[in-house]
């Protein structure tokens, strides 16, 4: 029989011995979610990648703002040849497309044209002039160059668009630099101050009073079998029909189904740990999974000091798995989503998903409850890894999975040392709001 007791108030809560349906329950939950959870990763590798998307964009931004970089920020920001790196990035996606038996978009053969066709220095032909006058919506670059090609330089004004791209290209590469360096600098700090003894110890992990029965219960029945199996079986089709009934169309449409999905996803295991938090009797100050908002400073300087701290480890992580897998694919679709969207209200949708929604639950479950749980069985450092360890294997994408094991890592070193679960709200919501601002800034 587990007994715990509560901090800060000295109530004694008693967690029984499991009965035999429960862990029977348990038990086929995990095998079920197992058995989920590997055959997603799997899928993973089948999936395209934003990553190859994410640099042409940048390389589409550098080429449209090269002419109004001053010449001695000219080659830092845009390249010494940013023309000749858009041409390689072009054809390599033009060569993937092949290569998977699928033909590539159209926008990226036009945009090839345009290229060649300028950098040779002659005028387009009348095919591709005709290709451009029935092309659709496109990047920046290819509506500026579209725009040239059909009215002339003149009538497109290439100076407001190339400020505007060297704006825009200025917020995806100096700002995370600036930050990488900052976190560098607070890192190093860091490790002298862990060398020389200085940093205060931890305080005691808190937590809710569970089994490990309950947790299984909780992210293996909870989470992936209702919320990530059954929800989207029943749920789907009644947002199909309200959407139809309704005449939403996409962008909008995209949007709406991913904050309903989410939420839908949410509400089982939400439900679930409501219940068993209800039978633990009398909570400590601050709650069971011990939120603490207040005084907000001392929630929030964590949450910055956290995200700046993981920043670079997660940076080195995604950059010696490049040079050493590649890029294996597989990344998370509402990336693609955000990347490729222009609606307004389309990625309020997303934003409000990944910046308050995805935060909030995914730190309930593994900071709030996995890993106290397990710390206080294990041992902390345990407890760390194995809830980093969980979260990052929930993402269901092995060519992100290392990376997302360190930021994991890096919540779960947060709630161990600040003991403010609202910190790791905070930290996870500032990390996905720089990933997602940086896909609008790009895909704008």
């Known amino acids: 029989m587990l007994r715990a007791v509560a901090p800060e108030t000295g109530t004694t809560v008693t967690a029984g011995n ?26 993973s590798l089948s999936r395209p990648s934003v990553g190859g998307d994410l640099n042409r964009r940048q390389l589409e931004l550098a080429a449209l703002a090269a002419p109004s970089l001053p010449a001695e920020l000219r080659p830092l920001l845009a390249g010494q040849d940013p023309l000749a790196a858009l041409a390689e990035a072009l054809q390599q996606e033009i060569d993937q497309a092949g290569e ?30 005709e290709q451009l006058q029935a092309s659709g919506d496109s990047s920046g670059l290819l509506q500026q160059w579209r725009c040239e090609a059909l009215q002339g330089a003149a009538a497109c004004d290439p100076a407001a668009s190339g400020r505007r791209a060297a704006i825009q290209l200025a917020a995806v590469t100096v700002l995370p630099v600036l930050l990488l360096l900052l976190g560098i600098g607070l890192l190093l700090r860091e490790l002298w101050l862990l060398w020389r003894g200085r940093l205060p110890a931890a305080p005691a992990l808190t937590g809710p009073p569970l089994g490990g029965v309950d947790v299984v219960l909780l992210i293996a029945g909870g989470f992936v079998v209702i919320g990530e199996l059954l929800t989207p079986l029943l749920v789907t089709p009644l947002l199909t029909a309200a959407m139809t009934r309704l005449a939403i169309t996409s962008p909008l449409r995209e949007g709406l189904n ?3 999905l989410y939420l839908s996803l949410m509400a089982g295991p939400l439900l679930i740990l409501a219940l068993m938090l209800r039978g633990l009797g009398q909570p400590p100050r601050g709650g069971w999974l011990m939120f603490r908002w207040q005084p907000l400073a001392a929630t929030l300087a964590p949450a910055l000091k956290g995200l700046l701290l993981v920043l670079p480890l997660v940076s080195l992580v995604g950059w010696l798995q490049g040079q050493i897998w590649g890029d294996p694919g597989g990344s998370n679709p509402l990336l693609e989503l955000v990347l490729n969207s222009h609606d307004l209200p389309a990625l309020a949708c997303f934003g409000f998903t990944a910046v308050v929604l995805a ?7 593994f900071r709030g409850v996995l890993l106290p749980v397990a710390g206080r069985r294990l041992g902390p450092v345990w407890g760390v890894l194995l809830s980093a360890g969980v979260f990052a294997v929930a993402h269901l994408s092995l060519g992100e999975l290392l990376p997302l094991l360190v930021l994991g890592l890096g919540l779960g070193w947060l709630r161990w040392n600040g003991g403010r679960l609202g910190s790791c709200v905070l930290m996870h919501a500032f990390w996905n709001a720089l990933t997602f601002t940086n896909l609008v800034v790009l895909g704008w």
């Open 359 to 365: 935060p909030l639950f995914e730190e309930t479950i």
């Open 258 to 260: 991913v904050v309903a």
């Open 100 to 129: 998977s038996g699928t033909p590539p978009a159209t926008d990226l053969l036009l945009e090839q044209a345009l290229l060649q066709q300028r950098r040779s220095g002659t005028n387009p032909t009348p095919t591709l002039l």
């Open 18 to 43: 499991a009965p035999g349906w429960k862990i029977g329950l348990a038990l086929v939950s995990l095998a079920l979610s197992l058995l989920l959870w590997l055959n997603g990763l799997v899928d």
